[in-house]
């Protein structure tokens, strides 16, 4: 049962140009989302998130979309730099009890061509 | 401020052996996370420590995967035996407090392959 989906497995875009990657979730209770970028070889690193209130939180060259009505989410990245090639991984929180954790999924690669 | 470190980077063992991992937090975070991530897949949260209590075992194959967190800092973890679908990257991450969110700090793996 896979809650939180990236139906992309990759995206190649020219230096310059805006990268979208795409997330897709099926739990109405998540209640934060996050993007982490992750380069080879190291561990994922928090990119940006948005809170489930919300429908857009900018920061920088990236931007987060949430569109709640249709559970999917958005990264994108203006303009894309060569250095933005990595994993890309969607998350989202859910809680069980008290507790919160991150369901992750199955993560975008992204080449920026130069 | 130093970040998570593992240990060892990478593991090479045969079906049936057993493997440990070793993870030490940034200081000073209370919580601690072993996530597995299989080749294609995200991660997947096997246990969720508080200080040095278990709150979230519900992913952690028990009948082979163990772990502990000894005075609430470092944190090992355990297979045995292992098995082939055991290949994957251990992360291991920490944070100030529970709950998920932003303030996850990834480690850079332990990259397990079970011939």
């Known amino acids: 049962d896979q809650q939180v989906k990236q139906n992309s497995p990759s995206l190649s875009v020219q230096e310059g140009r805006i990268s979208i990657l795409n997330c897709d979730y099926t739990n109405s209770m998540f209640d934060y989302f996050l993007w982490y970028k992750k380069y080879p070889a190291e561990g994922p690193t928090f990119l940006i998130s948005i809170s489930s209130i919300k429908d857009k939180n900018e920061d920088g060259r990236f931007t987060v979309f949430l569109n709640k009505s249709a559970k999917h989410l958005s990264l994108h990245i203006v303009p894309s730099q060569p250095g933005d090639s990595a994993v890309y991984f969607c998350?989202?929180?859910?809680?069980?009890?008290?507790?919160?954790?991150?369901?992750f999924g199955q993560g975008t690669t992204l080449q920026v061509k130069p | 401020e130093a970040g998570v470190a593992q240990s060892p980077r990478y593991k090479i063992i045969e079906k049936r052996q057993s493997v440990a991992f070793w993870c030490n937090p940034i200081?000073?975070?209370?919580?601690l996370y072993w996530y597995q991530q299989i080749l294609g897949q995200g991660p997947k949260l096997l246990i969720q420590f508080q200080n040095n209590g278990v709150v979230d075992d519900s992913q952690l194959p028990k009948d082979r995967f163990s772990a502990e967190r000894l005075k609430g800092v470092d944190s090992t973890l355990k297979i045995q035996p292992a098995k082939l679908e055991d290949s994957a990257v251990y992360l291991c991450?920490?944070?100030?407090?529970?709950?998920?969110?932003?303030?996850?700090?990834f480690g850079p793996g332990t990259r397990l392959t079970v011939l």
């Open positions: 991450a920490s944070s100030p407090r529970g709950g998920g969110g932003n303030e996850q700090f």
């Open positions: 998350a989202a929180r859910g809680f069980s009890g008290n507790t919160g954790k991150l369901i």
């Open positions: 200081s000073g975070h209370a919580t």
